[in-house]
């Protein structure tokens, strides 16, 4: 059965994996390449700090709105549908986002392209646990969440190549990014309904044996959540659904607040003749991301812990948040943004193996998409306050202490959190 086991888990990393994978790359693209579109949009719609870090946060109050409506319907139509449904409507509005002429149309269409992503994540967080045991979530999950980074690693250069293209067509540069990033959301849109099946059962590539090992496992945890089911939905969910929300706030609110400034955090560290390598720049804290992503989700995964994991993930983004800060050259604001990126990008896995290990059904339908929403005001805040300070001092330096503070109230607030036995205790 162990052996089943372990060969099924594989074949499922390797076929369900992938797509997924692809999938969160043009969504994490598509959310971000604003940062770089703002090289030249900025100017072109006479942006100020102030409005394009709440353009860029708008994002987040579309997608916290439509979150838990749009995971409820995931569970009523099936995840393949519905993720489905969900990457080709994000990838049209985002080529749209070419056709905004005015700061308000540019606030609409972000506040759009939140409201068709809803439900991604924790959509596609749910269908892992619907194929997968819980010891085997934590490397599954930070290799889903190294894709935000693995976006960044490759849409910088991308995006900087893209913005080059300036003038072809009669479109600026930054128009022609919208659109060509937004078509590969709505490719692999397509692609998820002939690819992914809806459960293992239904997969064609895993052997009877296989099936019936992941099967019984899932049951199991099943049958242990629902026993617990009433005391998650009461007096606890405060505790267990909130003060998650509140370090996944934290969390959110610091990679964002890095993310849509960064290429502007590291213009501000080059001369104009190097400019055009602004793009390569901004990869190397994605690739130091992707690096400690993988190597944080296998230690989570090898020693079987995830608290201490989240907290010191937390802490380490914080110092290089205050680094970052400091910095006054190029390497000096590199190694301090990739300590950062390190620390925001690492959490995401230890964290969600933490919380889904935890919930099952209903609760875990909802408790995802709740803690993902609240999380996910974060999003908003740390883009516009960033902004907002750099338009008041002219200076990255507070709004990056900021960041840095809020990321220790996130560490202390998981420290907060109570451990409990696990789901993941029972299948193991």
């Not at 043009?26 to 090289?39: E, G, K, P, Q």
């Not at 409005?51 to 708008?58: P, R």
Request: proline content about 3%; overall charge positive.
């Amino acid at each position: 059965m162990q052996d089943a086991m372990r060969s099924g888990a594989k074949k499922v990393a390797l076929r369900i994996l992938p797509l997924l994978c692809l999938g969160y790359v043009a969504a994490y693209l598509d959310r971000i390449n604003v940062s770089f579109a703002a090289l030249q949009l900025n100017e072109d719609l006479n942006l100020s700090p102030a409005a394009y870090g709440l353009g860029a946060g708008l994002f987040f109050v579309g997608y916290v709105v439509f979150e838990v409506p749009s995971n409820l319907i995931l569970r009523r139509v099936g995840a393949k549908l519905w993720i489905s449904r969900i990457m080709i409507s994000w990838g049209v509005i985002s080529a749209l986002t070419a056709l905004v002429q005015s700061e308000a149309t540019f606030y609409l269409c972000r506040f759009l392209l939140g409201v068709a992503e809803a439900g991604f994540l924790p959509g596609a967080i749910l269908y892992v646990n619907q194929w997968l045991p819980p010891k085997d979530r934590a490397r599954a999950l930070s290799v889903l969440a190294a894709s935000t980074a693995l976006a960044g690693l490759i849409g910088s250069p991308l995006s900087m190549a893209l913005l080059g293209l300036d003038g072809m067509g009669g479109l600026r540069g930054w128009q022609w990014l919208f659109v060509l990033e937004g078509i590969p959301a709505v490719v692999l849109g397509v692609l998820v309904l002939f690819a992914l099946p809806d459960t293992p059962m239904a997969a064609k590539w895993l052997t009877d044996g296989e099936k019936s090992a992941l099967q019984n496992a899932l049951d199991r945890e099943a049958g242990h959540l629902e026993r617990r089911r009433f005391h998650l939905l009461g007096r606890s969910l405060f505790w267990k659904v909130g003060l998650l929300g509140v370090v996944y706030f934290c969390m959110v609110l610091g990679m964002y607040g890095v993310a849509f400034w960064m290429p502007q955090i590291l213009q501000n560290t080059l001369d104009g003749t190097s400019l055009s390598l602004l793009g390569w720049y901004n990869a190397i804290p994605f690739l130091a991301a992707v690096v400690g992503m993988l190597a944080i989700g296998w230690s989570s995964d090898r020693f079987g812990e995830r608290k201490l994991h989240v907290i010191g993930a937390l802490v380490l983004a914080s110092v290089g948040c205050v680094l970052a800060g400091k910095a006054t050259g190029l390497a000096g604001c590199l190694v301090a943004l990739s300590l950062a990126s390190i620390g925001l990008w690492s959490v995401i896995g230890p964290f969600w193996a933490f919380t889904t290990a935890r919930m099952g059904g209903l609760a875990a339908a909802v408790g995802v998409a709740l803690i993902n929403s609240i999380g996910n005001t974060g999003g908003f805040f740390g883009p516009y306050v960033m902004g907002w300070l750099k338009g008041a001092t002219a200076d990255y330096r507070v709004g990056l202490d900021v960041l840095a503070l809020v990321l220790v109230f996130g560490a202390v607030s998981m420290g907060l959190v109570r451990t409990g036995r696990s789901a993941e205790t029972i299948a193991d």
